[in-house]
């Protein structure tokens, strides 16, 4: 998938204006986060797993890692990230620029409530130096998200982690 199509999915919609191609890669939620100066819980990055022969994607806070033991009670299956070398060929796009816009069919899209702390968000527009910044709403809208799950740690401030 190429970042044209991309945009001319966000033109259709109305939102072209949201996307911003920049000079520098942002490969990774803290290489984004510098280069567009935002907090790096604003990126919603992008993961993808496996899940009995299909490829789910869940959109997680920029700092947020995986809770094996969550996601096992959230899908009932341990976690299992599709390999690095097979990311284009189920997804469509390079690794570091997954876009969770315009997936192949039967791919199942999930938002981890780390997200839901932020008004505005940014994903990967299909390439390494292009970004999206949409509203939460936009966001699932866009999506076709299927919900929100809770399958992250590392993300909470530490006032609510302790409790």
């Known amino acids: 998938m190429t970042?044209?199509?991309?945009?001319?999915?966000?033109?259709?919609?109305?939102?072209?204006?949201?996307?911003?191609v920049r000079d520098k890669v942002s490969d990774t939620a803290e290489h984004s986060a510098?280069?567009?100066g935002c907090d790096i819980g604003q990126i919603a990055k992008t993961l993808s797993f496996l899940q009995d022969g299909k490829v789910v994607i869940i959109l997680m806070s920029g700092e947020a890692k995986v809770d094996n033991k969550k996601y096992q009670h959230q899908f009932g299956m341990k976690s299992k990230m599709v390999p690095f070398a097979?990311?284009?060929d189920v997804t469509?796009?390079?690794?570091g620029a997954v876009s969770p816009y315009l997936l192949k069919a039967?791919?199942?899209?999930y938002l981890d409530v780390s997200l839901q702390r932020y008004q505005v968000l940014y994903t990967a527009a299909g390439s390494l130096n292009s970004t999206v910044r949409l509203t939460m709403d936009e966001l699932l809208d866009c999506t076709n998200a299927k919900g929100f799950v809770d399958v992250c740690k590392n993300w909470q401030p530490a006032a609510i982690a302790a409790s």
């Open 3 to 20: 970042a044209d199509k991309v945009r001319l999915f966000f033109a259709g919609k109305g939102l072209a204006d949201r996307i911003t």
């Open 92 to 95: 469509g796009y390079a690794p």
């Open 106 to 109: 039967g791919t199942e899209v």
């Open 34 to 36: 510098a280069v567009i």
């Open 86 to 88: 097979q990311v284009e």
